[in-house]
């Protein structure tokens, strides 16, 4: 066996000649400011060797280990429904850099707001310097439809809705703004529904119960219609496309914390709910963006303490939920 390491622009692999045949085993890519090693195993014969530069997230898995984090991180800071307020999103992660905090966003970053382009650009930021990740929600589905051509969506109504000519008229604005988009929505593609970290569940519209051990598929895998379970984890739990219900949260277990977005419970401030099984759930989405031109409501986040995310009793995550200071459990943006 033949061991040797070159490089290709950014990237650095090393290859193993093994038996006669080439096979890549590790390669690390430097992207921005971060490393992430992407090991594969991929064979070859003696012709020449093809490689591929495609950046893959350093948290990929959908259970992320929370000593992990607490390496690199002080904290986590999840976020709500950005929906392009930018103004209002730039403090937080600020605030969340300042502090070493890693951040979950919990999808909708665009569309209704004045700067969606913007805000897909902050969060490539912080997904690509491995400082956070994505959970996409029903606003980047209607974002890759957009950006797939008016032959993708099912009905006119969508396509002509005032939201989505606004959104439209701001990508395609210049090269640069399509451009960012489309990097967007390849991150979004490559992330997963939901995410678990201790006794967390993370997504953005519903975490049934069935999720809870289940490998999340990522989000370029899906398409809206062909799994009604899949479907209520992005757009919420409905009856045959009826009002949204949440009968998955008496279905949670004990010590279980459910963090999502989605449906504003509050313009104000985060939501908290108790399920009849022990569970909690925090409704993070508080209204951010403009509703005919008006400002209804605001971003709002909050952070936790990595180790805190692993309490085993309703008990102690109330008593968690109770210590996190009101200014983390109110809005964190600025008015």
Known sequence: MVSSTFGIGDAEATVVTLYGARVLTACRLMLVSAEAECWVLQGYNNS?????????????STVIDASTLSDHFTGIRIIGDVHGTLDELEPIIDAALEK?????????????????????????????REGGILIPGNHEQKLQLLLNGPSSFSNSCDMNSAWLSELRNEIYADRKSEEIARRFIDLACRSRLWRRIGQAMFAHAAIPRWIIKQDAPKFGEVRRG?????????????????????RWIDE???????????HPRSRSHPVKMYGAGGGI?????????????????RLS???????????????????MLSEVPSSAISSDARS
């Open 301 to 319: 986040s909050i952070n936790f303490e990595i180790g805190s995310l692993s309490w085993p009793s309703q008990a102690t995550c109330i008593q």
């Open 226 to 246: 062909e799994n009604s379970e899949i479907d209520a984890v992005i757009w919420g739990e409905r009856e045959r496309m009826g009002p949204i219900t949440y």
């Open 48 to 60: 020449k060797l093809r490689i591929s530069a495609v950046f893959m997230p350093a948290f990929d």
């Open 252 to 262: 949670l277990e004990d010590g279980m914390i459910a963090i999502i977005g989605h």
């Open 100 to 128: 070493q905090e890693f951040i979950i966003f919990l999808g909708d970053i665009v569309n209704r707001g004045p700067c969606s382009v913007g805000c897909m650009s902050t969060v490539l930021k912080v997904v690509e």
């Open 281 to 297: 759930v925090v409704f993070l989405d508080t209204g951010a963006g403009l509703v005919k031109g008006q400002r209804l409501g």
